[in-house]
């Protein structure tokens, strides 16, 4: 996550860098002087504005960014437009922003009103100008996805010193969310998809202006990136005549939305922009932001990020610091449904699995609840992270024990069915703790439409869902449940039986952009392969999300944006695995509701699931799960 935040940061920093040259230049005056921009430059002696500037050296767009910032740090991110202002003016005294033509026109007036001691509203309702989108990406690093309406507000609260209009707070919400999507899913489509979703609402929050709608301009400047594909000129030139590259905000926030889209990669998109004339540092600010979220610092060229710290004598390692530890305070997230089985679990101890005509003696023998789904409910219990265990729960003698075990473990279902019992599973765990399950279905696979109408789904933002139950009867109504309530974050753990559920089931729950979490030879037999790194692009390419397979002893491999990982896994003495890939998955899930990355979510299911797998059945007791948890060798 740090990663990306830093790419946020130095993104809108290259970016305006990259743009400042030509800063406020038609497009025909940029291509007579400059011909083609090609790396970072001087400010222009012939620009009344850029002059000034030394390669490398960012404008009012970063510095007022950053400044927020440091307003934001020193009142526990709770915005104070007093305190803002007064850091907005402490900086343009100290850049003599007033006398050298640095601060926008919205801006100027609004700041020489506060110094007055005068309330700038009246001037600020009406104001059309990009000056609080130019400044509001790191904003979006503060949030979610999910927390559309908290991220409105914020921008607002924020932007309310200079800028409180509908179109000012609707595109700099836009932006903020752009920043937010493309942190959260590094994909173009879901940026625009989520940008484009906080418009309403946000145009909601400021005075009425006679203003243009910022969505139909963002979706005609997608459709130019589409049609231009193959040609930047020609994209550019459509973009500056077509959207217009100005100062206001309802033409610099879609140019930016769209070169974001079209490059989506942090140094040619500063290129894109600066070439495009208009106000080139503020949409390369904007867009190279949205870009640097979805890259992160390390995609970033080395020389480009050592040139922004020279330039301007900063390093934005602290400012990071405190966006991820806010983010992480910010971002926990409303919970997950688990959508699953409770069964009873029989658990067989045996030296070994028999043939076939032979008798093979029990050393040992238990009762208790099991499946898939309350397994991993059981860990987000543990993590204290709000879940609803949505397994039906049947009439007879396996329900009757199943009701009694979640009553004392402190859980319960909401679905309640009658003249049907529960399944129930012989788990074999042979000497060495490897287990073999025979299972005999009941209740569990026989999901009904109606019994969904119970769930509070606002209360949520992910949603758990096994192979099991999928593979069933019940998996049409599964899948009909997800495709209604496209906004959770789906985690799907096909299990063993994944190449016996049906491909169209499987195809319609693959465009719901699952996060797949699965073992080596559930990897491999479904993909056809024998490489996990292959299986791994395989599943990614199938869901258009992240992949997770766990290597018993060997870790976990992480295929994310692109990349491969290995996760070390924790070393622990194999008592029995029932359970060990529930809690792992869980864990995962109960991290990322926590606000971290896959990669520490991994860290930490890593260590949950040795301890699962070092004692007898899939659950573990709160001293043990603390002590996993804490357990960083």
């Known amino acids: ?80 437009s007093q305190n803002i202002a007064t850091h907005i003016l402490e900086w343009a005294e100290k850049e003599h922003a007033f006398e050298n033509n640095i601060l926008g026109p919205t801006s100027k007036v609004a700041l020489k009103l506060f110094q007055e001691g005068k309330s700038a509203k009246e001037f600020s309702d009406e104001s059309v100008s990009n000056g609080a989108a130019m400044r509001i990406a790191p904003i979006g690093t503060l949030f979610s996805t999910t927390q559309k309406e908290e991220l409105c507000r914020y921008v607002a609260a924020v932007s309310s010193v200079t800028h409180t209009s509908d179109i000012t707070l609707a595109g700099a919400s836009m932006i903020a969310m752009a920043v937010a999507s493309a942190l959260e899913y590094h994909d173009r489509e879901k940026m625009i998809e989520d940008a484009l979703s906080v418009e309403e609402y946000a145009m909601n929050l400021g005075a009425s202006t006679p203003s243009p709608s910022l969505g139909a301009r963002t979706k005609l400047g997608i459709l130019l990136a589409q049609t231009y594909a193959n040609d930047e000129t020609a994209f550019l030139e459509n973009i500056y005549n077509v959207i217009g590259a100005g100062v206001n905000t309802s033409e610099s926030v879609p140019a930016a939305l769209a070169i974001a889209y079209y490059s989506f990669d942090v140094r040619k998109c500063a290129l894109l922009c600066a070439n495009l004339g208009g106000d080139t540092d503020t949409i390369g600010a904007m867009a190279a932001a949205i870009c640097g979220a979805a890259q992160g610092l390390s995609e970033i060229p080395e020389k480009d990020i050592a040139l922004i710290q020279k330039s301007n004598q900063i390093d934005f390692t602290k400012i990071c610091r405190c966006n991820h530890q806010k983010k992480g305070a910010n971002q926990m997230g409303k919970g997950c449904i688990v959508i699953g089985a409770a069964m009873l679990d029989i658990v067989m101890e045996i030296d070994r699995i028999p043939k076939s005509g032979t008798d093979v003696y029990a050393k040992g023998q238990s009762m208790m609840v099991g499946g898939c789904a309350y397994n991993v409910a059981d860990i987000l219990k543990h993590f204290g992270v709000n879940y609803t265990l949505f397994a039906p729960i049947g009439t007879g003698m396996y329900a009757d024990f199943i009701r009694k075990e979640l009553k004392k473990a402190g859980h319960e279902s909401p679905v309640h069915c009658e003249n049907s019992d529960n399944g129930y599973c012989l788990c074999m765990v042979e000497a060495d703790g490897e287990r073999t399950f ?59 039986r994944i190449t016996y559920i049906d491909p169209k089931k499987l195809k319609r729950l693959y465009a719901l952009h699952p996060v ?21 692009e395989i599943l990614s390419k199938s869901t258009g999300n992240t992949v997770l397979i766990t290597l018993g002893k060997q870790g976990v491999h992480l295929f994310e944006n692109g990349t491969h990982a290995l996760v070390s896994s924790k070393q622990a003495t194999v008592v029995d695995t029932i359970g060990a890939g529930d809690s792992h998955i869980g864990s995962v899930i109960a991290m990322r509701t926590m606000g971290h990355s896959f990669l520490e979510a991994i860290s930490t299911a890593n260590r949950i699931a040795a301890k699962v797998v070092s004692v007898k059945g899939p659950i573990i007791t709160t001293e043990e799960f603390e002590n996993a948890k804490q357990d960083e060798t």
């Open 516 to 536: 797949m979490h699965l073992n080596e030879l559930e990897a491999l037999t479904s993909t056809n392969t024998d490489d996990i790194t292959q299986a791994a």
């Open 1 to 80: 996550m740090k990663n990306h935040i830093l790419g946020t940061l130095y993104g809108m920093a290259i970016g305006d860098a990259m743009g400042m040259p030509p800063e406020l230049w038609s497009r025909k005056r940029c291509l007579e002087y400059y011909g083609k921009i090609t790396d970072f430059l001087d400010g222009c002696p012939e620009n009344i504005i850029s002059y000034q500037y030394k390669a490398g050296q960012f404008t009012d767009d970063t510095s007022q960014a950053l400044t927020i910032l440091d307003s934001l740090i020193e009142t526990d991110f709770i915005p104070n």
């Open 438 to 496: 025979l299972t005999v279905p009941g209740i569990e696979c026989h999901f009904q439409e109606e019994w969904f109408s119970s769930l509070a789904v606002d209360s949520y933002d992910s949603v758990y869902v096994s192979g099991y139950e999928l593979e069933g009867d019940g998996g049409d109504a599964i899948l009909n449940f997800l495709e209604s309530n496209q906004e959770l974050t789906v985690y799907y753990a096909p299990g063993p």
